[in-house]
């Protein structure tokens, strides 16, 4: 069965501080990676997409790839209280046909 | 990026009764949809893909007679929760793949409650 895990956390940082969130899956054959955010009773919005081993940067989000090492990352620089919420990790199945969820990592930024 | 609606975003209803849940791809034309349950504090389980103009594909363990999922165009997808029971109260979540990749938007989410 394929598998994305993740540390349910909490994560929690200072505001200001990076914060950093991991993820591991099982599929070698996945081609496409994603990072959603997801506010407490909301839906998840996508935050990230990463295709290529290596960095992608947006804004204060970076997120990175290392397939050999099947690990997903999402960097968030200057943590702000809004940042809280639950960051799922999704994986494509080797088809491209579905996504794999992680369960979450729940971030706490206190002010 | 693209835009999913989902109505309604709050239902409440008696036992034993139906109710339907839309969601549309309001600025892209989506094959496939694929359909969420998640209980609180809970990850996302997915119930079903939703291609248009053939049946559904459901989960392990998902009963298909009793959540009727419907892709008639390619914009819109319909579940019906048949007959619900308070076990069926949960946040249903539908979202649309994007036709250039594998990207899923979602919808706001429809919060069901049986009494």
């Known amino acids: 069965q394929k598998e994305v895990e993740q540390n349910s956390g909490p994560l929690s940082v200072p505001e200001g501080a990076i914060a950093s969130l991991n993820c591991t899956y099982s599929?070698?054959?996945?081609?496409?990676f994603f990072w959603y955010r997801q506010y407490s009773g909301k839906s998840p919005e996508l935050i990230m997409s990463i295709y290529s081993n290596g960095d992608k940067e947006d804004g204060r989000f970076t997120a990175q790839l290392n397939k050999a090492s099947q690990y997903v990352s999402l960097l968030i620089r200057d943590s702000q209280p809004s940042d809280s919420a639950t960051y799922l990790c999704a994986v494509s199945n080797q088809a491209g046909t579905a996504l794999i969820f992680g369960k979450g990592t729940t971030l706490s930024v206190s002010s | 990026g693209a835009v999913v609606s989902q109505h309604p975003s709050r239902v409440i209803c008696k036992s034993g009764t139906s109710v339907k849940i839309e969601c549309r791809s309001l600025?892209?034309?989506?094959?496939?949809m694929f359909w969420y349950r998640q209980f609180p504090k809970k990850s996302l389980m997915l119930m079903a893909t939703s291609n248009e103009g053939s049946k559904a594909t459901y989960e392990q363990g998902v009963e298909k007679d009793k959540f009727l999922i419907n892709h008639a165009s390619l914009t819109l997808s319909t579940l019906t929760v048949t007959s619900a029971h308070p076990e069926d109260s949960s946040f249903y979540i539908c979202?649309?793949?994007?036709?250039?990749?594998?990207?899923?938007?979602f919808g706001a989410g429809t919060r069901l409650s049986v009494l």
């Open positions: 600025d892209f034309q989506a094959t496939t």
């Open positions: 979202s649309a793949r994007d036709p250039w990749g594998d990207i899923q938007y």
């Open positions: 599929d070698r054959g996945s081609q496409s």
